[in-house]
């Protein structure tokens, strides 16, 4: 029986511009990055009989058009420009305008072997909404920093209203943003489940929850490995060099490193055990903190997997007497 061959298109994303390949195709297309642009595309591919679309994600000017192909049934795969750069390295490609990036995007979304599940919709307001929290929080840090180095009272009084004034503007954001979140069932449930393992607060489950849409569908590996905490080898011949964390969801290793802190010192018995027997073993502090905060994180992708509430010690099965 003759194999089913999927047929793939490329866009490269502009603010104001789409520019699309047909995988195989010399027929390029160019349409205006919106509403009426998507609709000239979807007929477009549809024409073609495409099926799969790849794109790279292009500092949000993706995501509506996304939206839309998922809408309207596309398999979307969304690259990160290091993997579409990769990809022209391989293929020695070093040449570059729009509609080459197009047919290159098509290609990789061609060659691409693992197609993962587009994320949960309604995810995608959620982490726009939490972003802005976050970017508050980045503000108000701002802020103080030129609090301590100013010595201008006048000044100084004006720099304390504005932190007040974030500060009162971000806990209503994110008490709005959890609120959001708890009128649906499925993900006030999930969101219970990582935010009862000891040491993730509330700001760390939410983060995990609209961040890491995986959470208890993948190994531990896996999920160390989507975060950026999986420690990577740096081995060659006779040379052992030092294992590493690299990549990753950026925002989402911060708010775990930042959880890990407290978590080792006061909150969570196992981090305090795995904190005190590394640094007993000579690990530095940081070092310690990063195997700290993939553990909390594999703990917490095992209860949501599980689906039953975190315990701080594993029940003990009594003993059968032997008859």
């Known amino acids: 029986m003759a194999k089913r061959i999927t047929i793939c298109a490329g866009i490269d994303t502009g603010k104001r511009k789409l520019d699309v390949a047909v995988d195989g195709c010399s027929e390029p297309l160019q349409v205006e990055n919106t509403p009426e ?20 994600a292009s500092g949000g000017y993706e995501r509506a058009v996304v939206a839309e192909l998922r809408r309207k049934r596309f398999v979307v795969v969304v690259f990160q420009p290091v993997q579409v750069r990769a990809f022209a390295m391989f293929h020695l490609q070093r040449a570059k305008n729009d509609k080459i990036d197009a047919a290159l995007i098509a290609a990789c979304t061609a060659a691409a072997k693992k197609i993962h599940p587009a994320p949960d919709p309604r995810l995608g307001p959620f982490a726009e909404h939490l972003t802005m929290i976050e970017q508050i929080g980045e503000d108000i840090a ?76 993948v190994t531990r590996e896996q999920a160390a490995a989507l975060v950026g905490l999986a420690p ?65 994180l594999v703990v917490i992708n095992a209860v949501v997997a599980r689906g039953t509430p975190w315990l701080a010690e594993p029940p003990k099965i009594a003993s059968v007497p032997a008859t």
Not at 40 to 47: C, D, H, M, Y
Not at 273 to 280: G, K, S, T, V, W
Request: proline content about 2%; glycine content about 8%; overall charge positive.
């Open 37 to 56: 642009g998507y609709k000239v595309l979807v007929e477009w591919l549809q024409r073609r009989k495409v099926k799969r679309v790849g794109i790279e």
């Open 142 to 217: 701002k802020l103080k920093n030129r609090l301590e180095s100013c010595r201008n009272a006048r000044i100084q009084k004006l720099w304390k209203e504005q932190i007040a004034l974030l500060a009162r503007h971000k806990r209503a954001e994110f008490k709005a943003l959890v609120a959001a979140i708890r009128k649906h069932r499925d993900l006030a449930e999930r969101l219970d489940l990582i935010y009862g393992v000891a040491g993730s607060g509330l700001p760390t489950a939410v983060s995990i929850l609209i961040r890491m849409p995986e959470i208890g569908q």
């Open 232 to 296: 990577y080898d740096n081995d060659s011949g006779d040379h052992v060099g030092v294992r590493h964390i690299e990549g990753g969801r950026e925002r989402l290793r911060r708010a775990l490193y930042t959880a890990a802190l407290p978590a080792s010192f006061r909150w969570n018995p196992q981090l305090m055990a795995l904190y005190n027997r590394l640094i007993a073993a000579g690990k530095g502090h940081k070092r310690a903190l990063i195997a700290c905060a993939r553990k909390l």
